[in-house]
């Protein structure tokens, strides 16, 4: 089978469909944190508009933080996300940028977890693999699935930063996908990817597999928050809205989602802070977050979004995988 083009999912040219209606910015962590509209997906959809290109517009798209909680607002279902991503790739990144990326691309040899006939294979985020206790309570929670040895840790930064994928090393990274049944991905932005990639593929997020176990499900508390993985739920928001919406009436808890059931995303950062070049800073949007909420424990889908509240907030931060564990339920 032929390699799938290293420059995915170009961005089509619908910003001229923007009516200036700003539904995006209710829902833009960027424009809540800066109130630039230049940095906003309304800012850049007018800019379009009137002519500017993407070297002019290389600041906005890099400031982006591809939640996507904009496209689900759009009336004119512009996809937003795509365009970040479209202006992004036609800027080359800085020798700065170009060297951090090397350097957050560098993984440590892999473990072969998993076989290449395996039936299902969860592909973790970094910062799960670094976590084995609760990688490994993951998989015997998913029934004993076997984690794949390359999770394109190194894909998912590139995709992040418009870097190209060479042909050879993304068809490397599918080829045992391809043999799955199933796949359970962790990080958001590449979920969206492999859907585009391998469309006949039986793909779902790591935090509704988990989520829809019934153990895990009983440790749950009315006094809990459960923080959605923003970049998962929203590629796939019109079925996820009816699914978190049925969990949130079972269990009982609050969940970081505005009136508009839009995940409000936990971490909020530019592509300068993704390549470690700027330093990160979340405590606006986590406060946001967490601003009026009388809740007693903090559960997270993505480790990242976990590591991020620990540093603003004294609540005990839990993964949904560890609810398994007596100790915190």
Not at 106 to 125: G, M, N, R
């Amino acid at each position: 089978m032929p390699a799938p083009a290293a420059t995915v999912m170009q961005a089509p040219a619908d910003f001229a469909a923007c009516s200036g209606c700003g539904l995006c910015l209710l829902v833009c962590p960027v424009w809540r944190r800066t109130h630039d509209l230049g940095l906003s997906p309304l800012g850049r959809a007018k800019a379009l508009q009137y002519g500017a290109g993407a070297a002019e517009l290389a600041a906005s798209s890099a400031s982006c933080t591809l939640c996507a909680a904009c496209e689900p607002v759009c009336p004119e279902e512009i996809a937003l996300l795509a365009l970040s991503l479209e202006l992004r790739r036609r800027v080359p990144l800085t020798a700065e940028a170009q060297a951090a990326l090397a350097r957050a691309g560098e993984l440590p040899a892999p473990v072969p977890l998993a076989q290449a006939s395996a039936a299902a294979l969860l592909l973790p985020e970094r910062a799960l693999r670094q976590r084995p206790q609760t990688l490994a309570r993951a998989r015997a929670l998913l029934g004993g699935i076997s984690v794949c040895a390359d999770e394109g840790a190194d894909i998912a930064l590139a995709l992040e930063a418009g870097a190209p994928v060479a042909t050879a090393r993304l068809e490397r990274f599918l080829q045992p996908l391809r043999r799955a049944e199933s796949l359970v991905a962790a990080d958001g932005l590449l979920l969206r990817h492999l859907r585009h990639w391998l469309p006949r593929a039986n793909l779902v997020s790591l935090g509704e597999a988990l989520s829809r176990l019934p153990a895990l499900r009983r440790g749950l508390r009315a006094s809990d928050l459960y923080v959605i993985e923003a970049r998962a739920y929203h590629a796939d928001y019109q079925r996820l809205v009816k699914y978190y919406d049925g969990l949130r009436a079972a269990a009982g808890c609050a969940f970081n989602l505005d009136l508009q059931r839009i995940a409000i995303p936990a971490s909020a950062r530019s592509l300068a802070q993704r390549l470690g070049l700027a330093p990160v800073d979340d405590q606006v949007q986590l406060n946001w977050i967490l601003q009026g909420r009388a809740v007693t424990r903090i559960v997270v889908e993505s480790l990242e979004d976990g590591a991020a509240f620990a540093q603003v907030s004294k609540l005990p931060v839990v993964h949904l995988a560890d609810l398994a564990d007596d100790t915190h339920s």
